[in-house]
Structure formats: structure tokens, C-alpha cells
T-cell receptor
Framework: GQNIDQPTEMTATEGAIVQINCTYQTSGFNGLFWYQQHAGEAPTFLSYNVLDGLEEKGRFSSFLSRSKGYSYLLLKELQMKDSASYLC?????????????FGAGTRLFVKA | EPEVTQTPSHQVTQMGQEVILRCVPISNHLYFYWYRQILGQKVEFLVS????????KSEIFDDQFSVERPDGSNFTLKIRSTKLEDSAMYFC??????????FGPGTRLTVL
């Protein structure tokens, strides 16, 4: 089966750096996504990793280790608007096609 | 910037009634998805659709659910006989050749 674990909540200070971890177990791994979701809104895409290593995009970076079943999302120079839920999601390939399995999300609170 | 649109934004229905949720994916996208999110819970994959057929579906997507692409622009999710537990936010998403899935704003379904 599939399982995705990430911390429920984190708190960080404006201007700081925060790392949100995600561990996963899946049978047909085909990539890992990070999404941001503000309350009452749709998820918005942040990053995609399919190979090991670090992907950097502005203030956001995402890391993947397939052998460890582990990823993290790094947010730098935190802003108040970064307060949101961060969803780790794994694309799993079965015989028919792909399905994307989401973790429960990490709610990040950025304080002044 | 192109975006996924969904109608209606909020649908209220009586238990046992049929509902159709509508989505207009981004015009040159080829892959279409439905997800649901029960209030306070994680995003759950329902179904993926490619080349006019279902490519993958989850255990949630039982015989009460169906999807259709009736014309070149719309993508619909039908629930034949709604249950109380179908109350959720339903998100449509689409993707092109890349891996980023663009989510619509969602339809909030309330079953009474």
C-alpha cells in the first residue's frame, strides 16, 4: 500500500528558514510533488522531484532521496503569506496509469 | 494566464439525488483528474482521465461515480445517488506534457 507521513504543524519566524520533512512508502514511485494550500483554497504546485537531489526554485527548494523514501521542502526568507498547509504527494504508477497520493499536510504558522 | 474553472462553486443537494460537477480544464492539456477533500482532511485522488478514458481510479471511485468529457472543453464528475459522506470539496485538475497539475478552485458539495 501507500503511506505518506509529514508533521502536522510547524511554527517559524518571519525571515527564517524552515524545513518540512516527508517520508513515503509506495510500490510504484514515479515522482514526488509539493503543493501549497491556503485555507479554503485549491492546492498550488510548488515542486516536482523524480530523481535524487535538490531542486531549487526561488525561495523554495525540494530534496528527494528515493532510497530512503524521504523528501523535504525548504522555505527560505519566510514571509507571513507563507502561512499555509504544505502537502507532500507521491505519484504512484499502477498497471493502468498514475494516481497521486497526498499526505495529510503540514500546517505552517509564520509569526512576526 | 490560463486556468482551470469549475462550476458551480457550491452545490447543495438532498441525499439520494444525482449531481454533476463541471470542470473546464486548460485548453491544451491532455490529462484530467478529480480529487476530493473532506473538510479538515487530506486531498484524496478519485480518478485520472486520458485519451477519452479512465486511466486510473481509486477505491473511492465506485459505481456511484462516473466521469465524462462530453465535448472538447468540459470534463464532468457525476455522482448518481449522493450520500451524506459525499459532502466535500471536489477539485478538478489538468496537466499537459509536464508534471505540474493545475487545480481548479473547487466545488463545495453539501449533501443534506
Amino acid at each position: 500500500g501507500q503511506n505518506i507521513d509529514q508533521p502536522t504543524e510547524m511554527t517559524a519566524t518571519e525571515g527564517a528558514i524552515v524545513q518540512i520533512n516527508c517520508t513515503y512508502q509506495t510500490s510504484g514511485f514515479n515522482g514526488l510533488f509539493w503543493y501549497q494550500q491556503h485555507a479554503g483554497e485549491a492546492p498550488t504546485f510548488l515542486s516536482y522531484n523524480v530523481l535524487d537531489g535538490l531542486e531549487e526554485k526561488g525561495r523554495f527548494s525540494s530534496f528527494l532521496s528515493r532510497s530512503k523514501g524521504y523528501s523535504y521542502l525548504l522555505l527560505k526568507e519566510l514571509q507571513m503569506k507563507d502561512s499555509a498547509s504544505y502537502l507532500c504527494a507521491v505519484r504512484d504508477r499502477n498497471t493502468g496509469g498514475f494516481k497521486t497520493i497526498f499526505g495529510a499536510g503540514t500546517r505552517l504558522f509564520v509569526k512576526a | 494566464e490560463p486556468e482551470v474553472t469549475q462550476t458551480p462553486s457550491h452545490q447543495v443537494t438532498q441525499m439520494g439525488q444525482e449531481v454533476i460537477l463541471r470542470c473546464v480544464p486548460i485548453s491544451n492539456h491532455l490529462y484530467f483528474y478529480w480529487y476530493r477533500q473532506i473538510l479538515g482532511q487530506k486531498v484524496e485522488f478519485l480518478v485520472s482521465f486520458y485519451n477519452n478514458e479512465i486511466s486510473e481510479k481509486s477505491e473511492i471511485f465506485d459505481d456511484q461515480f462516473s466521469v465524462e468529457r462530453p465535448d472538447g472543453s468540459n470534463f464532468t464528475l457525476k455522482i448518481r445517488s449522493t450520500k451524506l459522506e459525499d459532502s466535500a470539496m471536489y477539485f478538478c485538475a489538468s496537466s499537459g506534457q509536464g508534471n505540474e497539475q493545475f487545480f481548479g478552485p473547487g466545488t463545495r458539495l453539501t449533501v443534506l
